[in-house]
């Protein structure tokens, strides 16, 4: 960071500042980024690992600050079941020193590329068991900020109404520096499996959503095929081993995108090359899942493999009120299979689901109000995919979708405020409040919380 220390007198012109991205090392470092004095191109965007699909962590004419150089953990308290870190800690190297200790995050969390200030400040959500397990940020107990303003706030749950402003916030009211967290020792749940057709999921996805379980699908459209995943935990503890699940996490996430990358290079008649995909993703999630996957802990279901999230990997995440979710998921088939119909488009990867329960611990929180599934529509295709996310929003607004401002490709600003209502009010004003200046909005945020 070469911030300047002069101060603009007007005698002296400052060259305007260039934009550029800022890795800081240390707190000091950090504040000088934000420092008002310093001549920073604006607005400025914090940034983690990168893996939101929108353009809420860009910053392209002012500055990006990438936390990923603020990567110490400070302290596990196996005791209190706490952990302390800074921001820039990848989550796979958090799951793997709570290993260590013999403790776990709450929530089941993929992904482990990830930063924990981006998975703090913006939904990092997974088929939880049991409440308040869904999101990451629900375990956030007290924070260290950096404002707008260059300065240091710190947050507790003593100030709770600002916490849970703060918790996905989406780096809006200042950067998180360090976090501590709830975490708890290791447990066992079991993972039951089962391959249903579309109309088969949706008679049972009403009674599967209110029970205690942690509850993820994977959805074959165009093959009229769900493969669910059920977690419980047991009452004694079983055996976790950890290789099932990393072999399933390979096959998954690096796997299946390379070789479904591969095919629609290779075959170019598409009604060969969709039915050769479909049929290894359901050779994928029928057989290996099942079989090789039936306990499993928080630490062993993360794959805790750190991967860069795989080039030309796209995907849009929508929220839909778990009590339609029946009605919902049988309307996307029909949307998936009509879209291919009309324009030749479909994805060529399993939408992924999983259903997050009603959390009220962060102010916009998407399922504030009452429990959701989140869909993540996921592709390798890059061709007709702008046009096809807007259809989707399209969609997802007609079936009452929330979207999420770091995940959801194309939602109008319109539909979010509808859609999060007074809550975004009262953040706007908690916004406007720590950035009077606006220093930290883009153009792209500055649509849903100007
Ligand atoms: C293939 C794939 C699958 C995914 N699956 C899931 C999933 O199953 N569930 C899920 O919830 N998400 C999923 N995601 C989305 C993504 O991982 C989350 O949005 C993640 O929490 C973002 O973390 P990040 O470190 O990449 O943050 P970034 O993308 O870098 O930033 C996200 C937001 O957080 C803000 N931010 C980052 N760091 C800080 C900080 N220190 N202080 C303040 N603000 C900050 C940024 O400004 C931005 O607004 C997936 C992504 C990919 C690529």
């Not at 088969?200 to 459209?221: A, C, H, M, N």
């Not at 401002?405 to 209502?421: D, G, I, K, L, P």
Request: proline residues 5%.
């Amino acid at each position: 960071m070469q911030a300047s220390g002069f101060r603009d007198t007007g005698r002296f012109m400052l060259r305007p500042a260039r934009p550029g991205v800022y890795t800081p090392t240390n707190l000091a470092r950090l504040m000088r980024c934000l420092d008002p004095q310093g001549n920073i191109a604006l607005p400025i965007r914090t940034r983690g690992a990168a893996s939101a699909s929108t353009d809420c962590n860009q910053s392209p004419t002012g500055t990006v600050i990438q936390t990923t150089g603020l990567n110490r953990i400070i302290r596990i308290d196996t005791y209190n079941h706490t952990v302390t870190a800074e921001a820039g800690v990848r989550l796979g190297t958090l799951v793997s020193e709570l290993a260590k200790q013999g403790l776990e995050l709450i929530g089941n969390h993929e992904q482990m590329e990830r930063t924990l200030g981006g998975a703090l400040a913006s939904p990092c959500m997974g088929p939880g068991i049991g409440d308040r397990a869904s999101y990451l940020s629900s375990q956030l107990m007290q924070a260290k900020i950096v404002t707008a303003g260059g300065k240091i706030m710190n947050i507790s749950e003593q100030k709770k109404h600002l916490l849970n402003a703060f918790r996905l916030s989406y780096g809006l009211l200042g950067v998180i520096y360090e976090a501590t967290l709830q975490v708890r020792p290791i447990s066992t749940f079991s993972a039951s499996h089962r391959s249903l057709c579309v109309d088969r999921f949706s008679d049972i996805v009403d009674r599967l959503s209110t029970q205690d379980v942690g509850l993820k699908f994977y959805l074959l459209p165009h093959r009229n095929r769900v493969y669910v995943d059920v977690r419980r935990y047991q009452t004694v503890a079983g055996n976790a081993y950890e290789t099932p699940w990393k072999i399933k996490d390979w096959g998954e996430s690096t796997v299946l995108p390379h070789v479904f990358k591969s095919l629609n290079r290779v075959i170019p008649i598409p009604s060969v090359r969709y039915k050769l995909i479909d049929g290894i993703s359901a050779a994928t999630y029928g057989l290996v899942n099942s079989k090789l996957v039936n306990n499993g802990n928080n630490v062993a279901a993360t794959g805790r493999r750190r991967r860069k999230k795989p080039r030309n990997l796209l995907y849009s995440t929508w929220c839909f009120p778990a009590t339609d979710f029946s009605l919902v998921v049988k309307a996307y088939v029909d949307f998936c299979q009509q879209t291919q119909q009309n324009n030749g488009y479909r994805c060529d990867m399993p939408a992924v689901g999983f259903r997050v329960s009603k959390d009220s611990s962060a102010l916009l929180s998407p399922s504030f109000d009452e429990p959701v599934f989140a869909l993540q529509t996921t592709s390798t295709q890059q061709r007709g995919w702008d046009d096809f996310v807007i259809d989707l929003a399209q969609f997802a607004e007609n079936w009452g979708g929330t979207p999420l401002f770091s995940q959801s490709r194309a939602f109008r600003a319109e539909h979010a405020t509808q859609n999060y209502s007074t809550r975004l009010d009262f953040f706007r004003k908690i916004r406007r409040q720590l950035d009077p200046e606006n220093r930290l909005l883009n153009p792209f945020l500055a649509q849903s919380f100007a």
